[in-house]
DNA sequence: TCGACTTATCGGATAATCCGATGAATATCA
DNA sequence: TGATATTCATCGGATTATCCGATAAGTCGA
């Protein structure tokens, strides 16, 4: 007959409580179990544990000495044991991220990538959805967290600021713009603008007539994606506006980027997920894998 | 279906041993039970923890993680154990006990003597203190029991009678009581009578009140200390009245001893300790050899 | 004095564990 | 290359352990 587990945690419960019943109720077994496994515990040791009245129970000499002692060895096992599920979780977990598409093409494949080398068992589900649908998707639970620029404060959905970056200008090589180092907003007005619809566009309207006291965004034409308007600004149909964690997509159709100035305008992106709600260990893994990266690509303009 | 710690054991035998066949071995055990622990445990961990071939067997990553961790909580426990063990078997341990100044230097360093050359390793710590603070330091748990004369009865404090034994008169060599085998109380009033202070002496003044109807303690002197008493005997400045339980000290001091007659009156002696409570296994041990030595011993009056 | 509460015990039902035999896979040797 | 030895996994039946619900005994408070 050998000393168990389930006999120590046991001793704990009812140390604890005071009381054989209310220790048998946490552990969810009957009183009478309860009183078996601590008979058994204290014939095995050869040793009184508990001082029994029919109204209360209190420790011996004894059980007051080893209980600390085996408190902390059970909180160790249990810590074992947390971990031992936290790398399963880890190691075979789902992630699903929502992120604007913008982002879903540009930034995220090269941070899934890197993260799947090093975690192959993990799988990553992106989904790419228009921004002001990102926290909605995270605030149901569809996804485990999110990305995207400034929402409104909102109390169910707790906002970490992942990258700021300024607005940049581009066009084709070639352009009269080329030979800048930095492009002024007002520099603009010489050329056709193509501008994304929506928010996005309209609140950078708000910060350049704040900025400026006067003129406008005044787009020659709006269109829904960037690579829409990446696509037009490479047939010489004008010039668009695009910040740079989008580089990739910008070098893809062989385009050239300048930092706006006169003001300098940015924009800040923040990881979206549920206040008080822990992540899984495989969506939190990758949660730190993504900031990783952001810290190391930094402004997002230095590479193939 | 929990870990247990047969199947957390059957891991390091495994895992120290690299063969299912000599850890089931070490266990005494079969392999095909052991195999079973092995299955059960990777299957409530939800992990591999071996890599198997049929000939060999190696630590799988998680495996080798968590071995060094399960290695120290099952020797952590094994220490608790073993200490348990130790105390139980009386191989280290504490005993408190507190006596009258009385009882403490004569009857309690024999019986503590006797009991320390059985076992060796446990410590017995004698408090000597007045007969009044006995109950009340047995009460708080300052000490595991105590001893001394009949005490107002308490729920909170069990009494178990130890000896009883009749009152003494103490005179030196050569004295006009020697040639007596018993001394009356109505003999004392001849000589010069010398006893203790408190309310072990008023009660005995009310005891032989009932009985005599007449008559009555008449004390030359009264000194705190039984030790006090018994030089001034010896100083020939009178007779003093004792419990032979201290027959030591008499014969240390060179006196002698005669039962009192007429009538005779008897005290009772008693170990105390908390109602309810149990006592620690050497405690226990300390207080059965206690019991035994009175047993034995009986009158105090036959030997060296 | 009765009702409420607590721990201990009992008998029967159920679950867990073990053994010995066997199977599958691999390595070694003649 | 085939025979033999070794190892872990699985199986079915026997045995042991565990649990539940009912009940008993003791204590306390209104």
Redesign the pocket.
Not at 18 to 22: D, I
Not at 28 to 33: C, D, E, K, L, V
């Given at each position: 007959?050998n000393i168990?587990l389930?006999q120590l945690r046991a001793f704990i419960a009812?140390a604890r409580s005071?009381?054989?019943?209310?220790a048998?109720e946490s552990l969810?077994?009957?009183?009478?179990?309860l009183?078996?496994?601590?008979?058994?515990l204290e014939q095995s040791l050869g040793v009184r544990l508990?001082d029994?009245?029919?109204?209360?129970?209190q420790l011996s000499d004894i059980g007051r000495g080893i209980y600390p002692l085996i408190d902390k060895i059970l909180a160790d096992l249990d810590g074992v044991l947390d971990e031992v599920a936290n790398l399963k979780a880890l190691k075979k977990g789902v992630v699903r991220v929502a992120a604007p598409q913008l982002m879903a093409c540009t930034l995220l494949p090269e941070v899934i990538a890197a993260y799947r080398a090093e975690h192959p068992q993990v799988d990553i589900r992106l989904i790419d959805c228009a921004v002001e649908s990102v926290t909605s998707r995270v605030f149901s639970g569809e996804v485990d967290f999110g990305l995207g620029p400034e929402r409104d404060p909102n109390s169910d959905i707790d906002a970490t600021p992942l990258f700021e970056l300024p607005f940049h200008a581009v066009f084709p090589p070639g352009h009269a713009l080329t030979a800048r180092e930095t492009v002024r907003w007002a520099d603009l007005v010489d050329h056709p603008l193509i501008t994304l619809q929506g928010q996005f566009t309209e609140r950078l309207s708000v910060d350049l007539h704040t900025a400026m006291r006067e003129g406008d965004l005044d787009p020659a034409t709006t269109v829904t994606f960037m690579s829409t308007a990446l696509s037009m600004v490479a047939a010489g149909l004008g010039v668009t506006i695009c910040i740079p964690y989008a580089a990739s997509l910008v070098r893809l159709y062989r385009l050239d980027m300048r930092p706006l100035v006169e003001p300098v305008v940015t924009r800040r992106f923040y990881v979206f997920s549920r206040n008080g709600r822990s992540l899984s260990p495989a969506a939190q893994s990758f949660r730190e894998a993504l900031f990783g990266y952001v810290a190391r690509e930094g402004a997002f303009t230095g590479h193939p």
């Open positions: 007959m168990t389930r009812v005071g009381s054989f019943t209310l048998a969810f077994i009957t009183q009478s179990a009183s078996g496994l601590i008979k058994e508990f029994r009245s029919t109204r209360r129970i």
